[in-house]
């Protein structure tokens, strides 16, 4: 089992930058597939990016080209580097590990961008 922590949210400025971190512990997140999802008020919670254990990246074409998706293993910690930042992205940004059928999520790092 994996325990995920984020941090690194604040507010930001449109066009500012922000990264995020998700620090893991009780398991080496090597094996896992990680990603960054993200849920506003009032919406679904939606992919933001994945990356795999060989280090596939996949984006949700909202953030493409602005958002980067990283993992240090030897770390044990994913980021996510947030350039260009917009209003709509504003959310709350959670980290998310997957191995087979078993899940887990951190508690979410609220980002919220201003005009």
């Known amino acids: 089992q994996v325990q995920l922590v984020e941090s690194g949210g604040g507010l930001v400025q449109a066009g500012g930058s922000l990264r995020l971190s998700c620090a893991a512990s009780?398991?080496?997140?090597?094996?896992?597939?990680m990603g960054w999802y993200r849920q506003a008020p009032g919406k679904q919670r939606e992919l933001v990016a994945t990356?795999?254990?060989?280090?596939?990246?996949n984006y949700a074409d909202s953030v493409k080209g602005r958002f980067t998706i990283s993992r240090d293993n030897a770390e044990n910690t994913v980021y996510l580097q947030m350039n260009s930042l917009k209003l709509e992205d504003t959310a709350v940004y959670y980290c998310?590990?997957?191995?087979?059928?078993?899940?887990?999520w951190g508690q979410g790092t609220q980002v919220t961008v201003s005009s």
């Open positions: 009780g398991s080496t997140i090597s094996i896992y597939g």
């Open positions: 990356i795999s254990t060989t280090g596939n990246t």
């Open positions: 998310k590990g997957a191995r087979g059928l078993n899940t887990y």
